[in-house]
């Protein structure tokens, strides 16, 4: 094997993990998601109500983070920051439970006390820019 041969199989691997900056709040996020934050004293059964509706979540492009003491749970692939968690709770979190919705603007399109897809979902598919997008998928 050449060196150079070599050499790009030693970086292959880190290309593929990526050395992207991790994520340490929700402004890189803008008009690419759609995101939800739920801080919840029942995370598992929140998450796994988020992951059985996986299909409808990625339809609308919506990420979403589950907080719950130390703890962090999301559908977001990259790697979350140490303050994350810290710092979205410090600018969006007011009491447990909640739940917020937050536009691909950035705005927070509705806040409620429950995780309620189905009324989320309506929301989001009432929103303008998810009418277009719906538009060009047919």
Known sequence: MKPWQLWLLTLLPLAATGYATPLN?????????RIILAWTDKP??????????????QERDIAWFVF????????????LGDDFAAVVTEK??????????IGK????????SALLLESLFRQVDA?????????RSH
């Open 25 to 33: 709040d929700l402004a890189p996020l803008q008009w690419e998601n």
């Open 44 to 57: 598992q059964a929140t998450v796994k109500a988020l992951r059985r509706e996986s299909v409808a979540v």
């Open 68 to 79: 719950s003491g130390e703890a962090t749970q999301s559908n977001y692939s990259r790697k």
């Open 92 to 101: 969006y979190h007011h009491s447990t439970p909640q739940v917020l919705l």
């Open 105 to 112: 603007d950035g705005g927070v399109k509705d806040s409620d």
């Open 127 to 135: 929103m303008p820019m998810r009418r277009r997008e719906m538009q």
